[in-house]
């Protein structure tokens, strides 16, 4: 008798982003180099293209695949920006920014201490994707967090 699948895959998280980049093959490259990306899997498709393909990244999963606009996906060059964020925390922000740097990824928010914890900053691919980076420092409460806000955005937590 065949034993029933899992229903979240071994080594899955319940989340798990998929991104559409114009030259996967590259950007597995940049994500290895920028973000220590070990390649799980990889699935060739026409003209060379990856259909599919499965990087590990710390403890997750991220899947990732070349465009086909002939089908509806687009990557975020072709549609011109994106609205997603990629939040990756590390055991040292610091360093992982300097070489997601060294790779080729763009400055958006410059990395420092954020006043809910976190060393923090975002950062842009070659691909078109939002990444944050970010270290946790101090764990804090929501209250704690509320007064450093009003601390460094002044008007921003006022009452309606």
Not at 33 to 49: H, I, L, N, Y
Request: net charge negative.
């Amino acid at each position: 008798m065949k034993q029933a699948a899992r229903p979240i895959p071994e080594g899955f998280h319940s989340v798990t982003p998929h991104l559409v980049c114009e030259g996967a093959a590259d950007a597995i490259a940049f994500y290895s180099q920028a973000f220590g990306a070990v390649e799980v899997s990889r699935m060739s498709g026409p003209g060379g293209k990856i259909m599919h393909a499965e990087l590990r990244i710390g403890d997750s999963i991220i899947m990732l695949c070349d465009d086909f606009p002939e089908y509806g996906s687009r990557g975020p060059l072709a549609l011109q920006g994106s609205a997603v964020v990629i939040h990756l925390y590390v055991p040292d922000a610091d360093s992982v920014w300097e070489r997601a740097l060294a790779a080729g990824a763009r400055p958006l928010m410059p990395l420092g201490n954020a006043f809910w914890g976190d060393r923090y900053g975002q950062l842009a691919d070659p691909f078109g994707h939002r990444w944050a980076i970010a270290t946790r420092l101090r764990d804090m409460t929501p209250r704690e967090i509320e007064a450093e806000m009003a601390k460094a955005m002044p008007g921003a937590c006022g009452s309606a």
